[in-house]
């Protein structure tokens, strides 16, 4: 006799509320109620994390500074403090802790617990949830929104549903038809070019991409059409990996146009070295190594690199570095589609976690 299949995984995601901006709302009084970005609002600024007051505006993560300033004449920058967000976020992680080791964080305001089995032996994992969202509230102040559901995916699509503070719970009787009501754009794993091309071929929402067979995948997005496939069923069996070791932190822009001037090249090399020093700044993962990659037209990739005797820790080396990487390229044989910068042989606290891409 076959034996019967294992119970379904009970997986939440917690993701907090405007971290960055929370923090800072929640130690200054004067700037709550108030449209703020985390972030520099200078020509090379970018904004880490925006307020909910900012947001009705357009203000976005990873927006250029100067951007969201024209949306919000109001806007308030306030300068970083990661020591600080890193203390909030160990306060958090030790609330998980009191549940499960099972713990994969994604970056120092996020994070997958798996609670099919857990500490307090609470069965449900909605209560599960519950409880760490009031004790988080409780002991930093701040609010943290809660997905609950069977598998990594829905969860995290279901954490984002009733945000700011919000618990959205799929079960797995729910999960298709969760699926096949969301956009396509929001499914994480399909990047904004990605979607555009769906779009295209008419695909708007999970639904959409359900009726499209595996060939038909296939042969418009590659190696990643068994993801899709299995997404638009509401299917993902990746487990919840604990904390590992991280070598690198990027972040790479693919282009819907390919690039060949020479200004617009160094420009998007130093937005990228933004982002990825905000990313950096994030995670504490500082580099010896600064690596540039090119992925051209013909999809050739080429990456070229300089190490230091030291980790790079200013902002200014790394988009120097970033560009004189770049222009010892020039001219480039063909367009660029994809530009990318990243940090390799990482001293310190670097978290495991998706790479940041930033498609165009």
């Given at each position: 006799?076959?034996?019967?299949?294992?119970p379904?995984?009970?997986?939440?995601?917690i993701?907090?509320?405007a971290?960055?901006?929370?923090?800072?709302?929640?130690d200054?009084?004067?700037?709550?109620?108030?449209a703020?970005?985390?972030?520099?609002?200078?020509?090379?600024g970018?904004?880490?994390?925006?307020?909910?007051?900012a947001r009705?505006?357009?203000?976005?993560?990873?927006?250029?500074?100067?951007r969201?300033?024209?949306l919000?004449?109001?806007?308030i920058?306030v300068?970083p403090?990661?020591?600080?967000?890193?203390?909030?976020?160990?306060q958090?992680?030790?609330?998980?802790s009191?549940?499960?080791?099972i713990?994969q964080?994604l970056?120092?305001d996020e994070?997958?617990?798996?609670?099919?089995?857990?500490?307090?032996?609470?069965?449900?994992?909605?209560?599960?949830a519950?409880e760490?969202r009031r004790?988080?509230?409780e002991e930093?102040?701040?609010?943290a929104?809660?997905?609950v559901s069977y598998n990594?995916l829905?969860?995290?699509?279901?954490?984002d549903q009733?945000k700011?503070?919000?618990?959205?719970?799929?079960r797995p009787q729910?999960?298709?038809?969760?699926?096949a009501?969301m956009?396509?754009?929001r499914?994480?794993?399909?990047?904004?070019?990605?979607?555009?091309r769906?779009?295209?071929?008419?695909?708007e929402?999970?639904?959409?991409?359900?009726?499209r067979?595996?060939?038909?995948?296939q042969?418009?997005?590659?190696?990643?059409?068994?993801f899709?496939?299995?997404?638009?069923?509401?299917?993902?069996d990746?487990?919840?990996?604990?904390?590992?070791?991280?070598?690198?932190?990027?972040?790479?822009?693919?282009?819907?146009?390919?690039l060949?001037?020479?200004?617009?090249?160094?420009e998007?090399v130093?937005?990228?070295?933004a982002?990825?020093?905000?990313r950096i700044?994030?995670s504490?993962?500082y580099?010896?190594?600064?690596?540039?990659?090119?992925?051209?037209?013909?999809?050739?990739?080429?990456t070229?690199?300089?190490?230091?005797?030291?980790p790079?820790?200013?902002?200014?080396?790394?988009?120097e570095?970033?560009?004189?990487l770049?222009?010892?390229q020039?001219?480039?044989?063909m367009?660029?589609?994809?530009?990318?910068?990243?940090v390799h042989?990482?001293e310190?606290d670097?978290?495991?976690?998706d790479?940041?891409?930033?498609?165009?």
């Amino acid at each position: 006799m076959e034996s019967p299949p294992p119970p379904p995984r009970k997986i939440i995601h917690i993701d907090m509320d405007a971290f960055y901006a929370s923090v800072e709302q929640r130690d200054d009084p004067a700037l709550r109620g108030k449209a703020i970005a985390v972030g520099g609002g200078g020509p090379r600024g970018v904004v880490a994390t925006a307020s909910y007051e900012a947001r009705p505006f357009g203000v976005r993560s990873a927006m250029p500074g100067a951007r969201a300033r024209r949306l919000c004449p109001d806007l308030i920058f306030v300068k970083p403090r990661f020591d600080a967000y890193r203390a909030v976020s160990a306060q958090v992680r030790e609330i998980f802790s009191r549940f499960t080791d099972i713990v994969q964080p994604l970056s120092l305001d996020e994070a997958y617990l798996d609670v099919t089995e857990n500490k307090a032996d609470i069965a449900s994992a909605t209560r599960v949830a519950e409880e760490i969202r009031r004790l988080i509230r409780e002991e930093t102040g701040l609010t943290a929104s809660a997905g609950v559901s069977y598998n990594k995916l829905i969860a995290k699509l279901a954490s984002d549903q009733n945000k700011p503070d919000g618990l959205c719970v799929v079960r797995p009787q729910e999960g298709e038809a969760f699926i096949a009501r969301m956009p396509v754009r929001r499914i994480h794993g399909v990047g904004p070019v990605t979607a555009r091309r769906m779009q295209a071929l008419g695909i708007e929402t999970g639904a959409d991409l359900r009726a499209r067979d595996l060939a038909f995948l296939q042969a418009h997005f590659g190696s990643a059409a068994s993801f899709y496939y299995r997404a638009a069923r509401g299917q993902d069996d990746r487990p919840v990996r604990e904390r590992q070791a991280r070598k690198s932190v990027s972040v790479e822009d693919t282009f819907f146009d390919d690039l060949t001037a020479e200004q617009r090249l160094v420009e998007e090399v130093e937005r990228i070295a933004a982002n990825l020093w905000t990313r950096i700044e994030k995670s504490g993962g500082y580099g010896r190594t600064v690596v540039l990659k090119v992925k051209f037209a013909d999809f050739r990739i080429i990456t070229r690199s300089r190490s230091f005797p030291a980790p790079v820790r200013s902002a200014e080396l790394l988009a120097e570095t970033g560009r004189a990487l770049l222009r010892a390229q020039l001219p480039l044989r063909m367009g660029a589609r994809l530009l990318g910068l990243g940090v390799h042989n990482l001293e310190g606290d670097a978290e495991e976690g998706d790479q940041l891409a930033l498609a165009l």
